[in-house]
């Protein structure tokens, strides 16, 4: 049987790290090139009138036609100026998770 030689510290919380943001990223005829800017963006950060926006590291993504659903884990929320991401593209925080 296997011994712990090392205790291990749990903490109870929700799973999705310090802070979790479920943003969306809209376009109405959003090419596959202007998606990953703006995913490239959301995790590198963007500067908005002189104002960095730090990246953020994305968990998950799904969609649902023009519009893609993003899990991003830590960072600050996403600028929300339309084209702050990529041309023509909105990002929109739907949701934050703290952990508890």
Request: net charge negative; charged share 10%; glycine share 8%.
């Amino acid at each position: 049987m296997a011994t712990r030689t090392n205790p291990a510290v749990t903490k109870a919380g929700n799973g999705l790290g310090p802070i979790t943001r479920i943003v969306t990223v809209v376009n109405a005829s959003q090419t596959q090139a202007e998606l990953d800017l703006a995913i490239k963006n959301l995790q590198n950060g963007v500067t908005i009138s002189s104002v960095f926006y730090p990246g953020a590291t994305v968990a998950g993504m799904t969609a649902l036609a023009d519009t893609v659903y993003v899990a991003l884990q830590g960072g600050v929320a996403p600028e929300g100026t339309a084209s702050s991401y990529a041309t023509d593209t909105t990002v929109t925080v739907i949701a934050t998770f703290n952990q508890a």
